[in-house]
């Protein structure tokens, strides 16, 4: 018998057996962890002043309505021991105690019916517009609107910007008719807005879209003040709001110090999730030099901080603005990033003041990967238009 081979299978299996146990006491931890977060965050959790008012209330009316104790006697160790029962309470101080009982129950009851009409009167004057574009994924049986905050307050209102059906197997097959679609919202957002002031309507957008068309909403809703911006989760498969912290990464800028004099017509390639492939971009437009915005943490989950939004547009803009003081007429925008960050890119861009531009879409597997694109409405051109190469 192989002595040795036997004590190491068995040290082996022993110091298998501490590991599992070890990561089990780490998982039941963190399970207690967790249960003690969600027992603090019930703890101390603000709740409104009727809730307050009513457990105040039902306290006052427990307290006169238990009436006397009660007496218990024993022996410990030979001992006489009596416990005294309570002693009934005063009239006059259980009707005060009972009076204002019923008057905390009272203004309880006033303060949530003047809290619930509010409520009311909130939602029937204000509007919250849910844009969801559809096209990449079937979202249906999550919708935009059902992961609307509960912050936000008003009549829901969804409008779903539907072109699954022109897409296969990752492939746009119809962009003209797609694009049909995606330039009628404003008339849509219009048809629903009935006259309504612009502060009491509030636009919830997400979506799952090619490039283009989700740069093009953005541009096309740019004069919408309120819009909050959610993204689709991939891991859990869900809406989600862009609520994490700024991780501080920013744009890496290079080409624009190097551009020829003169240069009208320019490549501008924004790597936020992937990195565009500059000579992907140089098959596509052999003759325009290239401009690159990187950040150099580059994921597909490097995007859900609205601080870091909110500043990666402004360096885009910046740049953007450099690129127009320089000459530039024409920029050719090549993007790899999130669709949350693409609408935003959209939003931002000023279509008075900046160069014309057409946003590509990426198609791998073909000789040129970028087939065409969309001329935005921006500038002197009035409607949005496919550019094929």
């Not at 087939?371 to 190469?389: C, G, T, Y």
């Amino acid at each position: 018998m192989d002595w040795g081979r036997g004590a190491s299978t068995a040290r082996a299996s022993r110091n298998e057996s501490e590991a599992q146990s070890e990561q089990g006491k780490g998982e039941m931890g963190s399970g207690l962890m967790q249960v003690a977060d969600r027992i603090v965050e019930w703890i101390t959790r603000e709740r409104p002043i009727e809730r307050k008012l009513l457990v105040a209330g039902l306290a006052c009316l427990a307290t006169v309505g238990a009436g006397p104790g009660w007496a218990l006697a024993t022996k410990v160790f030979g001992h006489d021991i009596t416990i005294s029962r309570i002693q009934p309470i005063p009239d006059l101080l259980s009707w005060t105690i009972g009076g204002t009982g019923g008057l905390l129950l009272i203004a309880a009851g006033l303060l949530a019916g003047i809290r619930y009409r509010d409520d009311r009167k909130d939602r029937s004057r204000h509007l919250v517009l849910t844009i969801e574009q559809r096209g990449l994924r079937d979202t249906a049986d999550t919708p935009l609107l059902d992961a609307i905050p509960q912050s936000i307050k008003g009549r829901r209102q969804p409008l779903v910007v539907d072109i699954r059906d022109r897409i296969k197997d990752g492939v746009v097959t119809d962009p003209e008719a797609a694009l049909e679609r995606v330039v009628g919202l404003p008339r849509l957002i219009e048809s629903y807005k009935n006259g309504k002031d612009p502060s009491d309507i509030v636009v919830v957008y997400g979506g799952l879209s090619p490039v283009p068309f989700t740069f093009l909403a953005g541009v096309l809703l740019d004069d919408e003040s309120q819009i909050v911006t959610l993204d689709w989760d991939r891991a859990s498969e869900a809406w989600r709001q862009l609520n994490s912290e700024d991780d501080g990464d920013s744009f890496k800028v290079a080409g624009i110090e190097q551009l020829p004099p003169g240069t009208t017509e320019v490549a501008v390639a924004v790597s936020v999730s992937y990195l565009v492939d500059p000579e992907a971009v140089s098959r596509s437009l052999p003759s325009s030099p290239i401009v690159e915005l990187k950040l150099p943490r580059r994921s597909p989950d490097n995007h859900w901080s609205e601080a870091k939004q909110q500043r990666l547009m402004m360096e885009f803009l910046t740049n953007m603005i450099r690129l127009a003081d320089s000459g530039v007429k024409t920029i050719h925008l090549f993007l790899a990033a999130q669709n949350s960050v693409v609408f935003r890119l959209g939003r931002v861009y000023d279509k008075r003041n900046l160069p014309r531009v057409l946003v590509y879409q990426y198609q791998k597997g073909r000789k040129v990967e970028h087939p065409w694109s969309i001329e935005m409405p921006v500038q002197d051109v009035e409607k949005a238009a496919i550019r094929w190469l």
